[in-house]
């Protein structure tokens, strides 16, 4: 069982460059979301997408985009990567109202 | 502003013994909770969750309790096992909207043989 799988796993990037993280997920689930995790922060989610078609903004959305491109796939971009974008981001689906499942994260970090 | 809070960062508890985890939250409206499980270099994976209209929800080793009035919960873990060393997340909502969880911090688990 696959389930939640994030592209890539780790990446470096320069301020001011851009990047696309992918998500897929195989278990049919229509709530898709994107969370980052820093120290001492926990986890934040930054967008969300209740459905295919749509997204939302969640606590941090500031410096991001989002593609619910259908509904296996919710991308995440960066337009102009800054080191305060540092950080390990998670992809998480989920049925209505039921416990989201997590892929393994990408380690992002922005010199 | 923390709206769920996990004041302690790490733990450290003896194998067979029990370990007892906690999380505080300051919105009232909050009525579902859940307890995540991270192992490093992996996602955090779902463990137990509790409803506002219940006080203690259990599996296996695991239960949950809840204190309303305290705005309290507890994730306690009964006999506490090496495999059971991690991060442990608690997260809330309102209205049972899984979409939008808010996570405390987390709690680092140590169990030492």
């Known amino acids: 069982n696959a389930g939640v799988t994030q592209t890539p796993k780790f990446q470096v990037l320069k301020t001011g460059q851009s990047m696309t993280l992918q998500c897929a997920q195989d278990m049919n689930h229509n709530s898709m979301y994107w969370y980052r995790q820093d120290p001492g922060m926990g986890l934040r989610l930054i967008y969300y997408?209740?459905?295919?078609?749509?997204?939302d903004k969640g606590e941090v959305p500031n410096g991001y985009n989002v593609s619910r491109l259908n509904k296996r796939e919710f991308s995440l971009r960066l337009e102009s990567a800054a080191p305060s974008q540092t950080s390990v981001y998670f992809c998480?689906?989920?049925?209505?109202?039921?416990?989201?499942?997590f892929g393994q994260g990408t380690r992002l970090t922005v010199v | 502003d923390q709206q769920v809070k996990q004041n302690s960062p790490s733990l450290s508890v003896q194998e067979g013994r029990i370990s007892i985890l906690n999380c505080d939250y300051t919105?009232?409206?909050?009525?579902?909770f859940l307890w995540y499980k991270k192992y490093p270099a992996e996602g955090p994976t779902f463990l137990i969750s509790?409803?506002?209209?219940?006080d203690k929800n259990e599996d296996g080793r695991f239960t949950v309790f809840l204190n309303k009035s305290a705005k309290h919960l507890s994730l306690h873990i009964v006999p506490s096992q090496p495999g059971d060393s991690a991060v442990y997340f608690c997260a809330a909502t309102e209205s049972y909207n899984t979409d939008k969880l808010i996570f405390g911090t987390g709690t680092r688990l140590q169990v030492f043989p």
């Open positions: 998480a689906s989920s049925e209505r109202n039921t416990e989201a499942f």
């Open positions: 997408s209740a459905s295919e078609g749509t997204t």
């Open positions: 509790i409803s506002s209209i219940k």
């Open positions: 919105n009232s409206m909050f009525d579902y």
